[in-house]
């Protein structure tokens, strides 16, 4: 059995998330028996474009004008982190989960969805009520309408998105608790469900849940300081920048 290292719940901004988030996902392709596990917090709501998007598609939106923005290393719409839980897994591509994309989405939201059902809300995966409708792309993954999408009443509440690198996966994704007032039209699963919105207790809950659920051995575990110092050189030479925010 796999070992998957659980890493502690933080709380950071958009470059610092998002780089421990390649780190990660570099030592694993670095060393194809690793596989990670995390779940965080942003310290400031902010908008996460996905790797194809434009940035002129936020800055035509006034209500992204003055706000924090990360481009992410995976694809998909782009994310409002406010009132949400984000996870991170990141899995060798020898893993039977891992070796197709579309299994992994499905066997991830399965879990998740789980989670949800042991708190007695009823998500479902979109592809099991109805078929995805054809259209174009929206801006915001949670517009947007997939088969693996996890929905509450119709409305999605998990959306996640890939990057593949030689020897691994990362996928990570947003579990949507309440609306913003940014994102009115967005509602969360306590608006939908009544769901709690405390977001620690969502991460306690899917650190143990998910891992087993795929399979893996659980281990908690700090970030390694070599994964730290990897993931803070990430932060400042390609997050931080203009040159990668701006680069579409």
């Known amino acids: 059995m796999l070992v998957c290292k659980i890493l502690p719940h933080e709380r950071a ?3 610092e998330n998002m780089a421990l988030d390649e780190a990660l996902l570099d030592a694993a392709a670095e060393s194809p028996g690793l596989a990670f596990f995390r779940t965080y917090e942003w310290t400031e709501p902010t908008l996460s474009l996905g790797y194809f998007q434009s940035i002129s598609q936020a800055e035509s939106d006034p209500r ?27 899995l060798p591509v020898s893993h039977p989960s891992a070796r197709r994309g579309g299994t992994l989405y499905h066997e991830v939201h399965a879990a998740i969805a789980q989670t949800f059902l042991a708190q007695g809300i009823p998500v479902k995966r979109r592809g099991q009520t109805a078929a995805p409708e054809a259209h174009d792309r929206p801006f915001l993954c949670f517009q947007d309408r997939d088969a693996e999408d996890l929905v509450l009443t119709g409305s999605k509440v998990v ?11 990362l996928q990570h994704g947003s579990i949507l608790l309440a609306h913003s007032p940014t994102t009115p039209e967005l509602p969360g699963a306590a608006d939908l469900a009544g769901a709690p919105t405390e977001k620690k207790g969502w991460s306690d809950r899917l650190r143990e849940t998910l891992p ?12 390694s300081a070599a994964n730290r110092q990897h993931a803070r050189d990430l932060a400042e030479q390609v997050y931080r920048t203009t040159a990668w925010n701006r680069r579409r």
Do not use: F
């Open 64 to 90: 992204w004008g003055h706000v924090a923005i990360v481009r992410r290393p995976t694809g998909g719409g782009a994310i409002w982190h406010h009132h949400e839980v984000t996870y991170a897994l990141v």
């Open 13 to 15: 901004d958009g470059p």
């Open 159 to 169: 959306g996640s998105a890939q990057r593949r690198r030689a020897g691994a996966v």
């Open 212 to 223: 087993i659920a795929l399979g893996l051995q659980p281990e908690s575990i700090a970030v």
